[in-house]
């Protein structure tokens, strides 16, 4: 363990050197931040393997974890903004969607025992079962399930035409949807290589309730969620550009 421990110093010096000592280019600053968040996803909730395992399959675990992280996320220079956090506070049943601009997953052991759940994505039927089998567990102890409806990271300033999944499976346990979205990465470009500093707003929709729909409601449903989270990701990028004042989808 103090191995990795000293490796994980090692790196962030290193990183800590280059971005404050040098004039260092932004596809060295790409990797050097990308390298660092993937080796603390990796290894952080890997040293806190011990303590999951007097307790697996809690959510709690995962809240343990997010709080390391979100030094991490410090590090490499990027601020969050939660709004309308007061949806998520309360003790309900809920499914929760976002749109997925980037991420780095979590696998193997750690994620098993911070609740997460695997489905197979090649055999819908057998993904739906599971899925469902565990939300039911969930449901029961009034906790949310999230999910991101796109179905793959999109990196584009629209949001892709969603999944059926989530939408079905509120309706299915007659829970309702909490939309999340988050404002536009216009500090990432993975194509040109440049992580630079930025700022992130999470927005919290309210709740849609899904009492009394059935799955004839599921397309009229989708559509106007998905608008709303159009409308939201629009207007908080507005509000990004008139921050930094200029255009974020030709920031670079």
């Known amino acids: 363990m103090w191995i990795i421990s000293d490796f994980i110093l090692y790196f962030l010096a290193a990183y ?3 971005k404050y000592v040098f004039n260092t280019p932004d596809f060295v600053m790409y990797y050097a931040k990308f390298g660092f968040y993937l080796i603390c996803m990796l290894i952080i909730p890997t040293l806190f393997i011990p303590i999951m395992l007097l307790s697996p399959r809690n959510l709690r675990n995962e809240y343990i974890v997010a709080q ?4 991490v996320s410090k590090v490499i220079g990027v601020s969050w903004e939660l709004r309308n956090e007061k949806v998520l506070a309360g003790k309900m049943s809920a499914v929760v969607i976002g749109n997925h601009q980037s991420a780095i997953d979590i696998l193997g ?11 197979d994505r090649k055999n819908p039927r057998e993904a739906h079962y599971t899925l469902k089998a565990s939300a039911d567990e969930l449901f029961k102890n009034k906790y949310k399930i999230g999910m991101y409806p796109e179905g793959t990271r999109n990196t ?13 499976l509120a309706i299915a346990c007659q829970v309702p949807i909490i939309p999340i979205v988050n404002s536009p990465y216009y500090f990432l470009d993975s194509e040109k290589r440049i992580f ?12 849609v309730s899904t009492e009394g729909l059935t ?3 599921l397309p009229e449903l989708m559509d106007s969620i998905q608008k709303m989270m159009q409308e939201t990701f629009d207007a908080l990028g507005k509000e990004i ?3 930094n004042h200029k255009n974020i989808y030709t920031i670079f």
């Open 109 to 119: 052991l750690t994620a098993y025992l911070m609740g997460c759940v695997f489905v």
């Open 156 to 168: 584009s300033h629209k949001i892709l035409p969603f999944k059926k999944g989530a939408f079905a």
């Open 16 to 18: 800590l050197i280059w």
């Open 68 to 71: 390391v992280m979100l030094h």
């Open 215 to 217: 799955m004839d409601d």
């Open 241 to 243: 550009a008139e921050r």
């Open 196 to 207: 630079r500093k930025g700022q992130v707003i999470t927005q919290c929709l309210e709740p």
